[in-house]
């Protein structure tokens, strides 16, 4: 199935969500719903994002940590190492985006998450023009890529995937230059961790990231 030239709106949620800021010390707002399109547009729209509860066994949650990472578009460090590093590869996006999430949800890696019906869920979503992945080849081999969900100038990163030394990283980057020069406005990395901290995601409070939230999507 190819992909429409613009998003195509599934229709009103089923669910109501409560707000963002009303998540508890691990960053849970609620259990339950389901992954239908409509869904997780309501989701994301209001600052929510799911995760099931103790990895891939758990309830469903929806989650809104506080404080929340976040990527500045025009504050990705580059390394001089890394600038070497990005000539042995090429970037593509939207060129293989059930396999990226196919990689980056595969079992043997810890603390997986990615279970089949999130790849089900955001492979929909591709189709509908929501999701989005950014690929990393060497030669002809997928040795890296991300993927996430963009809604107007607001784009939510949820994995990435590395064969390859830096080609995650090359993946972040090019996805940082890209989506800047389309004009998103918001990149949001859930939280910060040491390993995105170092490429320039920083840490804002839940109430500024629903600020920067809504100005993304107005």
Known sequence: MSRPPFPIHPGPCAWSFPDATEADESGIVCAGADLEPATLLAAYSRGLFPM???????QLAWWAPDPRGVLPLDGFHVSRSLHKSRRKFTVTVDMEFEAVIGLCGDP???????????????????????????????????????????????????????????????ALWAATELLRSDGVELFDVQWSTDHLASLGAIEVSCDEYLQRLRGALR
């Open 52 to 58: 099931r509860l103790s990895g891939r066994g758990g």
């Open 108 to 170: 043997r890696r810890p603390h997986g998450w990615i279970t089949q019906d999130f790849v089900t869920a955001y492979v929909r979503m591709h189709e509908l023009g929501w999701a989005h992945s950014f690929e990393v080849w060497q030669d002809d081999d997928l040795v890296g890529g991300m993927y996430g969900l963009r809604i107007k100038r607001f784009f939510a990163g949820e994995s990435m995937f590395s064969h390859k030394t830096d080609a995650s990283k090359i």
